[in-house]
C-alpha cells in the first residue's frame, strides 16, 4: 500500500486559488504515475492531471489545462495541484491517485492507490 493524503482544499471564490497537495507516506512515487481526479455530486470521477514522477512530464485535461499545475517535490515526495482562476464547476472532491501499471494513465481503473479526498467548493 501506498498511503496517500490530500489537503488543501477549501472554500473560494471564482477567479481565486487553491494548491491541492498529496503527500505519500512509507513509499516514494518513484517508479509511478501520479494523478489527480475529481468527482462532483451526482457525476462520474474524472481526470484532471498527472505527473510522471520520473521525468516530469505533464497532462492535463481540457476543462482545466492553462488554469491548473501538476507538479512534485521529490525531496518531500509530494505532488502538488496549483488551481488558478477556479471557477464554480471546478467544485468537486478531489483526489490523488497513484500507480505504475499503465502507461500514461488516464482512467481510475488506471492508479492502484487513492488517497481519500479533499473537497474543494468555489462559490460564485
Known amino acids: 500500500q501506498v498511503p496517500l493524503v490530500e489537503s488543501g482544499g477549501g472554500l473560494v471564490q471564482a477567479g481565486d486559488s487553491l494548491r491541492l497537495s498529496c503527500a505519500a507516506s512509507g513509499r516514494t512515487f518513484s517508479s509511478s504515475y501520479v494523478g489527480w481526479f475529481r468527482q462532483a455530486p451526482g457525476k462520474e470521477r474524472e481526470f484532471v492531471a498527472r505527473i510522471r514522477w520520473s521525468t516530469g512530464n505533464t497532462y492535463y485535461a481540457d476543462s482545466v489545462k492553462g488554469r491548473f499545475t501538476i507538479s512534485r517535490d521529490n525531496a518531500k515526495n509530494t505532488v502538488y495541484l496549483q488551481m488558478n482562476s477556479l471557477k464554480p464547476e471546478d467544485t468537486a472532491v478531489y483526489y490523488c491517485?497513484?500507480?505504475?501499471?499503465?502507461?500514461?494513465?488516464?482512467?481510475?481503473?488506471?492508479?492502484?492507490?487513492w488517497g481519500q479526498g479533499t473537497q474543494v467548493t468555489v462559490s460564485s
Open positions: 491517485a497513484a500507480g505504475s501499471g499503465v502507461v500514461l494513465p488516464r482512467r481510475s481503473s488506471d492508479y492502484d492507490y
